[in-house]
């Protein structure tokens, strides 16, 4: 999360297969509620969005990305934890490289030393309905 005040730029990835999408699982222990995003991350300094793409989900979990395609510019203000936040998002359309993740049910992955987190696809229909929290909303424009 970035500092109070600031505007943090980054990037998703949204994978589709079929009528489900890859996404993380994240809970905010404010609102005691879990939620989903898309994959990716910040953006650094000097990165472009597609070469931070590419890396965060290189870092994460050791995914390839093809068919990158540049979809929109989001603006997202929320509040997470308690704390107010606001990220520009640059969100990209893509596949996986390697057959093998359209298989798994779900995969453990180390955002940091401390942050664990899990990636799983999700049928689209879940979060239509509102049985489970798809964020940004803006996210649904996409799918």
């Known amino acids: 999360m970035n500092r109070q005040g600031e505007i943090r730029v980054i990037v998703l990835?949204?994978?589709?297969?079929?009528?489900?999408?890859?996404?993380s699982e994240g809970y905010d222990p404010a609102k005691h509620s879990v939620f989903y995003r898309a994959l990716g991350g910040g953006v650094d300094f000097g990165e472009t969005s597609l070469a931070a793409l590419k890396r965060e989900f290189y870092e994460e979990i050791q995914a390839e990305l093809t068919?990158?395609?540049?979809?929109?510019?989001?603006?997202?203000?929320?509040?997470?934890?308690?704390?107010?936040?606001?990220e520009i998002i640059q969100l990209y359309q893509c596949d996986f490289v390697d057959p093998k993740f359209y298989q798994l049910q779900s995969l453990v992955f180390h955002e940091s030393e401390n942050h664990k987190h899990r990636a799983m696809w999700i049928d689209v229909a879940r979060f239509k309905s509102g049985e489970l929290k798809l964020v940004p909303e803006a996210f649904f424009n996409y799918l």
């Open 67 to 86: 068919n990158i395609r540049y979809l929109s510019c989001i603006e997202n203000l929320f509040t997470f934890n308690g704390r107010k936040g606001h």
């Open 13 to 23: 990835g949204l994978i589709q297969n079929g009528d489900r999408i890859f996404v």
